[in-house]
């Protein structure tokens, strides 16, 4: 599996930034995808996570109810909607996939075996 990642960008504060993760693999529909991300100096941390059909989807509290993570298994590509964007937000986002079967690790990095290089995103204030 093969992941590519795109869409960041510089914006304000407020704003907002759809990344996308396409998947060169076949059998995308059979992979758990992740996104997380890295800021300078800091931790990899989990940002959401979506199941294989799309019907689960799990947020870390930083991002709820402002990112939405979404898949198009037609287009093996996995999206995160990053609305209301606060300076905070500013990190490498990383997507990553894998068959996690439960989802309490949906949210656990090192369940996860693919992973795309990172897009950047930078939210000035």
């Known amino acids: 599996v093969q992941l590519q990642a795109s869409g960041g960008g510089l914006v304000q504060a407020g704003g907002f930034l759809r990344l996308s993760c396409a998947s060169s693999?076949?059998?995308?529909?059979?992979?758990?995808m992740g996104w997380f991300r890295q800021a300078p100096g800091k931790e990899r941390e989990f940002v959401a996570a979506?199941?294989?059909?799309?019907?689960?989807?799990t947020y870390a509290d930083s991002v709820k109810g402002r990112f939405t993570i979404f898949r198009d298994n037609a287009k093996n590509t996995v999206y995160l909607q990053m609305n209301s964007l606060k300076p905070e937000d500013t990190a490498l986002y990383y997507c990553?996939?894998?068959?996690?079967?439960?989802?309490?690790?949906?949210?656990?990095?090192?369940?996860?075996?693919?992973w795309g290089r990172g897009t950047q995103v930078t939210v000035s204030s």
């Open positions: 990553a996939a894998d068959k996690v079967y439960s989802g309490s690790y949906y949210a656990d990095a090192d369940r996860y075996n693919y």
């Open positions: 979506i199941s294989r059909t799309g019907i689960t989807t």
């Open positions: 693999g076949r059998a995308f529909s059979e992979y758990v």
